[in-house]
Every structure is written in structure tokens, then in C-alpha cells.
């Protein structure tokens, strides 16, 4: 007998590397509990030096013939266990998956609904942040975090920002092959899949919290608040005027710039349509990045990178791309 469109099988991908072993088994059984059924997890873990972890995924895979398990004898690093993964793929549609989270039950059912309802690429959902005991911090990411909230085709923001974070996402297979293999400049594997489905048949965002987003003291990436993050520039590099520079550059150059990069890099590889608002983007970023004293054509920030909702992330910004010596002294009494 033929499978209905609502059997296709689905391809969640994890990795993992010296994971709290609480997390992980919280987390691997919210996926195999999905209501959602035909799914296949793909774990690989990236030589975690903590043996534990490999008893538990062993375990699991052993439980579950849904899941299938790699074990890697060298570290590849974050992006290349996430290139590995994306390789072992073969499903029509694919989720990205922290190792640390809560995912409710129907998130994946929701997800694909929403995909072929809305006929694109990728969907995004919202998340409730939780603590380490899965306390709920905030009852939507996106709100907390300012993040946009974007539906359609060539939107501009996928092009100069981190539109949202991977394991909020599914996408098509289409967009997983056109991601691999990884480009030298890929930098976020979960913003070039948004990239790349906003080139094409667009993208869909979910306001509903389909997963518990943790936040603990070994987050990798996102999570952290302003004020953590200038606690940490001043950790890092230092109090004064050239230590804040070099934060700023950072900023500008790892968490903006290179992801327009990025972006274009795949565009070109690919020969998607090319867009002018793209290129001049590019230029903004070279502009903002050598800027020493100030910079007062900030209309282009709210061109580029300004969205409904953004509120006082966007002064925030504005200050550390176009007002460094300014910025510097209200943000060194912080």
C-alpha cells in the first residue's frame, strides 16, 4: 500500500559531544515521543571524552530502531558533525535538534503541517526558554529576544541576520543537498537553511512554543543576554577603548558580516537570482566595520537589518555599529 503524504518519513539530526547526560536523556525521549511516528534520529557524537555519553546514545539506539547512532574517533568540530549528519540524511525533510532541549509532542506533526500548508521550504517555530531544572524563563525566545517573526520569499533579513536558530527549523531535502558540502566560509548551518529556503519557496514562522529551550552555563550559542555578553567583552579583551574595538569587530565582522558572506558565497555557488539590496548590504557591513568614531547613516541599519518587534535590540545595535566611542562609554559603566 502507497504512504499517505502524512507517513513520510522525517530525518532529525543531533550531535553531540560531552552532553549532560541529564539533558540528553530528557531530550532523546521527547523526540522518540513525538506523536508525529515516522521519524529517524540520527545522532553522532563528536568523540566525547565523557564515556558516559556513549553508554547512554548506545543504550538508546539499542531501545529504538528508529534511531541510528555514529561515533566519532576524532573531534570534527560543530560544523562538521553537523555536515557528517546532514550527509547520513536521506529523508524528504529534515529538523535540526540541540541535545539539551525539551521538544513537546506535537512539534514535528505542527511543523510539517504548517510546511506543506504554507507549500515552503522551511518552517521556524517559536520556544519557551528554560532553566536547567526545565523552569520556563520566558514563555516566547522570540519576544525575549527580539527576533524577527518572517514569512515569503527574498526576504532581505535572511540575508543580514540570524533569522533563527536551528532547532526551531524543518526543511526540505532540497535545501539539505544544496547546503552540502559545506562551504569554507559557512559559519551557520542553521542560517544558510534559512537563506537558501527565503531564495526559493520561501519560509513560514510558527508563533506557537513547540520546545523548551534550554539555557544553562555550558550554552554554546544562543541564549545569552546583552548584559552577559558585555560582561564577557570586558572578560575577554579588556576595559578599555582597544578591547572594546576588538569586541565590536567581532560583533560585526563573526555575527553579521561573515553570514552575508556566507550567504552570498551559497547564492553564487548555487546561481540563485541575485538581488541589489544583498550587495549593498555587503557594502554597509564593510562600511560599519572600519568605522572608528561614528557613522551617521544608521537610516541603513533600519533598512537592512531593522523588523516589526525588534524594540531596544535595535538601539543597542545602532550604538555598537554606528557610535563605537559613544557606545564604548556608556557601555564600559555597565
Not at 114 to 131: G, N, P, R, S
Not at 154 to 162: K, N, P, Y
Not at 182 to 206: C, N, P, R
Not at 261 to 276: A, F, G, H, Q, S
Request: hydrophobic content about 35%; overall charge positive.
Amino acid at each position: 500500500m502507497a504512504k499517505t503524504k502524512k507517513e513520510v518519513p522525517i530525518d532529525i539530526v543531533m550531535a553531540t559531544y560531552n552532553s549532560n547526560i541529564r539533558f540528553l536523556k530528557i531530550q532523546i525521549e521527547s523526540i522518540l515521543n513525538q506523536t508525529y511516528k515516522n521519524i529517524h534520529l540520527i545522532i553522532s557524537d563528536d568523540a566525547s571524552t565523557n564515556g558516559e555519553v556513549k553508554e547512554v546514545l548506545e543504550y538508546y539506539a539499542k531501545q529504538d530502531s528508529r534511531i541510528t547512532l555514529f561515533l566519532n574517533t576524532e573531534n570534527r568540530g560543530y560544523l562538521k558533525n553537523f555536515e557528517f549528519l546532514l550527509q547520513q540524511s536521506t529523508a524528504d525533510y529534515v529538523a535540526f535538534a540541540d541535545h539539551d532541549d525539551i521538544w513537546y509532542a506535537d512539534k514535528i506533526k505542527k511543523s510539517i503541517e504548517t510546511l506543506w500548508a504554507k507549500h515552503v521550504d522551511l518552517v521556524y517555530c517559536d520556544a519557551e526558554q528554560i532553566d536547567e531544572e526545565g523552569m520556563i524563563l520566558h514563555k516566547s525566545y522570540i519576544e525575549y529576544k527580539h527576533m524577527p517573526k518572517i514569512e515569503g520569499k527574498e526576504q532581505i533579513l535572511a540575508f543580514s541576520r540570524h533569522i533563527a536558530i536551528g532547532c526551531s527549523q524543518l526543511f526540505t531535502k532540497k535545501i539539505k543537498e544544496q547546503m552540502l558540502p559545506f562551504t569554507e566560509g559557512i559559519m551557520a548551518h542553521d542560517w544558510i537553511s534559512v537563506y537558501l529556503a527565503s531564495k526559493q519557496k520561501g519560509i513560514a514562522y510558527i508563533p506557537e512554543p513547540l520546545f523548551g529551550y534550554r539555557l544553562h552555563t555550558h550554552n554554546a550559542f544562543g541564549g545569552r543576554s546583552f548584559k552577559q555578553n558585555i560582561t564577557n567583552w570586558k572578560k575577554e579583551y579588556g576595559k578599555g577603548i582597544k578591547g572594546y574595538r576588538a569586541y565590536r569587530k567581532r560583533v560585526i565582522v563573526d555575527a553579521y558580516q561573515k553570514g552575508s558572506i556566507m550567504c552570498k558565497e551559497y547564492r553564487d555557488k548555487l546561481k540563485l537570482p541575485k538581488n541589489k539590496e544583498e550587495e549593498k548590504v555587503l557594502q554597509y557591513y564593510a562600511k560599519i566595520e572600519k568605522t572608528k568614531i561614528g557613522n551617521i547613516h544608521f537610516w541603513q541599519y533600519k533598512k537592512y537589518l531593522s523588523f516589526p518587534g525588534i524594540k531596544g535590540r535595535a538601539l543597542k545595535e545602532i550604538m555598537i555599529f554606528h557610535f563605537p566611542i559613544f557606545s564604548y562609554v556608556i557601555y564600559r559603566m555597565r
